[in-house]
């Protein structure tokens, strides 16, 4: 990869340098930006875009401590390298080049793809469009809240889960019938749950769980993820998790029959309701799951 | 883990998801659990409906530590780090019980005297003289001992070779080095050997053998103006003890031993098939064929039927047979006899130790300690020509009382692990532990003659003494008074 030496106006703001905060001239040290040739008043201005994105209209108090936060020496080196620094680029080649060809294996499973995926992701990290005569480096984006390495995998994994979705969509008839898939009928009438009664209860019940609670079960019930793949999305132990799930099991039945009850249904009318076919819900989950996917997708293009 | 009810699994699924999703790098900081707690129920409360991101986290999980991963892992050379780490040991402990099986040192003499007739004395040296490798270094220990055990599993054909007598006088021989004489020396048959040597003699061999004196034994021989046996090849053996005690039952070749197997085979299965009459014919000794061996002594043929009255003449034959080997072997208990007796171990060589359960008497004073280690159940005793003797298989019998007191016994009494033994002027001995240690008792000044009888009834032991007196002892034999003393006043015998 060819290194472009341009070197950007990163002067976000006009303060001096002597007119610094005494924090930004201690995490100006803490971070080598020197070394980059980045001056304490691009350093400022980068802190302060960081402080605009998370914490907008907050005190001075609070910036400083989301500043010291930060991983500072990486969101530098992110910064040197989006600005086209020789030695930045070296020095993130030297890191985390081998990391990013790992990171996109363990994300797709297989190497061909895995090396596509990457060198897609260097080029985007380089930066291979224009925006008003600047180039535009995917590094640019980095706020140094979590590491650069973990950064790496969250933007691959980004990657990964859109070009599968597209994939998917954009998939022909022809493929698929070639690969056996059978496609079903058209819904002819959207059938009617026999009582509305059960979605309302259903979704009281859910708004009752605590939102980590709900994470679980979706997880679980939805995504299929093992236990300890949960576990470590929450940040408790796999055996946490099982006994959450049982312990939530119950409760949400137990809600589910007292909002049916509540609702005029006796106990047996509210036992035979819960074990109800999906197919008598009024929800239109292919709509509802589109809709979701859409605006993630939108959102996150939106973000960069 | 039970199962979602399908209408809540509808709704979980069907909430509808925030309009704005984390960035990249809210949500690293959120799988770094480095968010603060505000923004993190923020992100949560998202994950919780959208599937979107929950796939991206789950994807951006850091990989598990190899060090779990390691742990998970079965140890794969525990076995052979186990096996390698106890090698040596067992390797030593091979060794170690090969040498005590193999000791040279207990042959049954009954062997030797077949052994003496189909030993026949090498060839000519000068004809056939040593090849160059017959003669092992010292230093060559290992190798030599592998042929020499090789040398005894040969064929009769590779015998002669084998068995060949060193010629040279070279320092490394191992024969120059535990001989004093290198000069090869015909071979002695090993009939002629004992009946020349008269018991004293025989005991002074043994002596010699056991106290490690190499040369006396060369000594003796030459003094009774006989050639001194030339030890044989036993490359490698360097114990100068070890080597001795092989020297006088150099004999044994592999075909030798062979012939005396096959004899001995042949002798098992007749008196097999003569016990097996016996047996028939005696229907009271129908439980054990060890008790027969016991009682065959002791049946009276004239009151047995004709066919087994000459299945008793045929034993009694065997056992005072004319043979050579019988005749030698009669009266197997010489002291230097005995010490060359066949080990327990060992299968039984000659046919005299098959007919008759009085085979061989060793002189092993740790014998009956060893015996009721191997097993707690009683011993079995009997007094065999003036001497106590013992058995745990009613095969192989030891002496069980030390000869250095010159005791001639005439009677054993024994019950359980109590053994009673008396003998002539009224010794009488006690072993509370089956044998292991005794206690040598005086009847007192009032009994006179031999012991003749032993009685023992619950915790009284009456003996019987050859002027028919008869003493009875109540206390384990501290002290002892006249069964009928009529008025007199009980004697009191106490321990020596």
New interface residues.
Partial sequence: MKIDTIRIDMNFGSKPAEAALPVVSELFEKSGAMRFGLTVTTFEGILEQVASK?SPGASPQQKQQLWR?LRIEELVLARACSAGNDLAWVEFLNKYREKLYDIAR??TKEDSSARDLADSLYADLYGTTEKEGRRVSRLN???????LE??L??????E??NRYRKQKRLVSLEEETEEGVQFSSADSVPIQMADHR??EA??D??NQLA??D??V???????N?TLT?IG??V?VHESTI?RR??KL?KM??KH?MTGLQSKGMDRVQAEE??????RY?T?D?RR??Q???S???Q??KG?D | MPELSNSVRQRLGARPAPPTHPDADTLTAYVEQVLPAGERSQVVEHLAACDFCREIVALSLPALPEKTLVQTLPAPSRFWTFGFRWAGALAVIAIAVALVIERPGHKEPAAQAPVAKLAEPPQADSANPPKAADSVPVENIAPAVIASEASRTSPLSSSSSTRRPPTSGSSSDVASLTSNSPTPMPRVESNVRNEAMDVKEARDVKDALHSNAGPAVGGILEARGQPKPAPPERKGFVNSNLFLAEDHNYAYTNSYKDALQEKAKADAERAKKESALAFAVNPEADARKSFLRKALPTLNPTRLGPLAATAMSAVKSATTGSSPAAETLAGERTPGASSFAAAPARPPISSRAVASSAATITHDPDATRRAKTATSEPLHWRVQDGKLVNSADMNQWHEAYPQSDDIEFKVVQAQGHEVWAGGTNGTLVHSWDGGVDWQKLNLGDAAAGDIEKISLSGGDVQVKTSNGQHLISRDGGKTWAPLNPQGAKPETAQPK
């Fill in positions: 998370y936060d363990g994300v984006f980095y706020m140094g809240r979590g590491s973990g950064w995998r969250t933007v691959v994994a980004q990964f889960v059960l979605g259903t979704d019940a859910l939102a980590e709900r994470l079960l979706a997880a679980y019930y939805l995504d993820r793949e470590r999305i940040g099982s799930l049982e099991l949400l039945r589910v309701a819960l074990e109800a076919d999906v819900l929800v989950v509802r799951l809709e979701n996917r605006a993630a997708f959102q996150d973000s």
